[in-house]
């Protein structure tokens, strides 16, 4: 995992209970497999009852559908059932959450200026500060125009730092 100070993590290390928002630009491909793979491995390390995931896009023109076919494929050949229908962000998030996880510079940008106050802003971060394995990873790639590549190099980014975002959370 990157080199990462950052008070907000560390005070939520001391929660008992988090809530997590993933957020790309449509809530089709990132997100919607950030969460997939975040509650998969919760479950897989026994502290799924710690959290609540949730997803959401910047742009709302897919609400209500459910993830990219393609990532949807591609995510169950590596044992993630994606069933999230995609919804816009509201305001309301930077209440319900206790992280906000922007997929790239874009996202991150965006959702910072949608904060209200300080404290809101300080909970969007990026989602490749958590990456171990891929430590020059600056943003999770959108593939929906790519091939199947793309869609394996987003999965290979989402393992990497979901893993590492359970466990720097659940102080494993």
């Not at 008070?7 to 001391?14: G, T, W």
């Not at 928002?21 to 497999?33: D, E, K």
């Not at 050949?77 to 816009?88: D, E, V």
Request: glycine letters at 6%; hydrophobic letters at 35%.
């Amino acid at each position: 995992m990157k080199s990462m100070s950052n008070p907000v993590i560390d005070s939520l290390k001391e929660k008992e209970h988090l809530s997590i928002l993933f957020v790309c630009l449509g809530n089709i491909c990132r997100s919607p497999a950030a969460e997939g793979i975040a509650r998969s491995y919760a479950e897989g390390k026994g502290v799924a009852k710690r959290f609540d995931f949730d997803s959401a896009g910047l742009y709302g023109g897919h609400a209500g559908e459910l993830p990219d076919r393609r990532m949807r494929v591609h995510a169950y050949q590596r044992g993630y059932n994606l069933t999230h229908h995609s919804r816009p962000v509201r305001s309301s998030d930077f209440e319900d959450f206790d992280l906000i996880l922007a997929m790239d510079d874009s996202n991150y940008s965006r959702l910072r200026a949608f904060a209200r106050t300080p404290e809101e802003e300080a909970k969007v971060v990026r989602m490749t500060d958590f990456c171990r394995s891929h430590p020059n990873a600056d943003h999770v790639p959108d593939p929906y125009y790519d091939g199947a590549e793309g869609f394996e190099k987003v999965l290979d980014l989402l393992e990497d730092s979901c893993g590492a975002l359970i466990d720097t959370l659940s102080n494993n």
